[in-house]
């Protein structure tokens, strides 16, 4: 199987080296060249191979500025700090109790599941543990639940 792959890409690969090699040497890239050296691009939109070699010239730099090799420069003023103002301490804002509301408990000692009604009007199903937009179900019981949200508890009633 190797054999015949590396048969069939010598097949391939040397006429199409060849026959680049012998566009490039009898000069036929000469029309995409004007007289100052830079690449000009032919207008007719023909599909011959030509027009599907890709060009490239030689690049020239100009000199601007120092070189980037050599090292920078350092002064001997001295580096001025700007120094920050101090933000004043707000008061943090208690956390609110989320206004989620209970649609429905069903009661099992082993595992209980609520149905939830969430701030933005989606409904859900959670068990305990669950975490639902940041909320996390602490404790399901006959008459309410236990969630924690933002490192606070929070008991909400049927």
Do not use: C
């Not at 690449?39 to 939109?45: L, P, Q, S």
Request: proline fraction near 8%; charge should be positive; charged fraction near 20%.
């Amino acid at each position: 199987m190797r054999k015949i792959i590396i048969i069939v890409l010598i097949v391939v690969a040397v006429p199409l080296y060849t026959y680049n090699m012998y566009m490039l040497l009898r000069g036929s890239l000469s029309k995409y060249f004007d007289k100052k050296g830079s690449v000009t691009f032919a207008t007719d939109t023909s599909n011959d191979l030509q027009s599907l070699i890709f060009i490239a010239t030689p690049a020239h730099f100009e000199k601007k500025g120092r070189s980037p090799f050599l090292p920078y420069p350092v002064s001997d003023k001295p580096v001025t700090t700007i120094q920050k103002q101090k933000n004043p301490i707000l008061p943090k804002e208690t956390p609110k109790a989320p206004s989620i509301s209970i649609n429905g408990i069903m009661w099992n000692p082993q595992n209980p599941i609520a149905m939830v009604t969430m701030p933005d009007g989606s409904s859900a199903t959670v068990k305990v543990g669950q975490v639902i937009n940041e909320l996390t179900i602490k404790k399901i019981e006959k008459t309410f639940i236990v969630v924690i949200s933002g490192k606070k508890e929070f008991q909400i009633n049927r």
